[in-house]
């Protein structure tokens, strides 16, 4: 595992912990990453929650496929975790601890159409292959415009890190 990352509230002290594991995919390919373009102008890696009785391999399938539609996804070793704890927004008390582990992963043959969830059509996902370097820029402009947004934060850690990671090689496999 190349980085293991906690941001957000350390001490518990009594408070209930209600915790969300989500698996994402580090999918390149001739120099450019897969990722997702939102109508903001951010990025963020392919990839969602892990559902009751899934495995992350099973749900990182099931992600790629929902959001990017590449129907064969390829998972591998495990890139990093990043793990954010914040207070709860919709539940007063309650801490939020979201669990997100990254995956090397390829996507080969046909694709088919996105299957979104209705927030992910309003934020207008679009499956993009970009250079690394670029989807950081856009990630720190949009950080810049929209004031804090947890996911931009985060993706663009990761981003960092496969940059460093990927730093004299052509592409991760």
């Known amino acids: 595992m190349y980085f293991n990352k906690f941001i957000g509230i350390e001490k518990v002290a009594n408070k209930q ?22 109508n903001k102008g951010d990025f963020k890696f392919p990839g969602g929650g892990v559902e009751s009785g899934e495995t992350h391999k099973q749900a990182l399938i099931r992600e790629v496929l929902e959001e990017t ?11 990093g ?8 927004i919709s539940n007063q008390g309650i801490l939020f601890e979201m669990n997100s582990h990254y995956y090397l992963c390829q996507c080969r043959g046909e694709k088919v159409a996105q299957q979104l969830e209705a927030y992910e059509t309003e934020l207008g996902f679009t499956a993009k292959w970009i250079l690394i370097e ?6 720190e402009r949009a950080q810049k415009l929209t004031g804090h947004n947890g996911w931009i934060e985060r993706e663009t850690y990761v981003l960092h890190k496969i940059m460093q990671f990927t730093k004299g090689k052509s592409q991760i496999t």
Not at 81 to 88: A, L, Q, S, T
């Open 69 to 79: 539609g590449y129907v064969d996804t390829f998972v591998g070793e495990k890139f």
């Open 134 to 139: 670029e989807a950081i820029r856009q990630n």
């Open 17 to 38: 912990i209600k915790v969300r594991e989500a698996v994402r995919a580090v999918v390149i390919r001739d120099g450019k990453i897969l990722m997702l373009h939102t």
């Open 81 to 88: 975790v990043f793990v954010e704890r914040r207070d709860d």
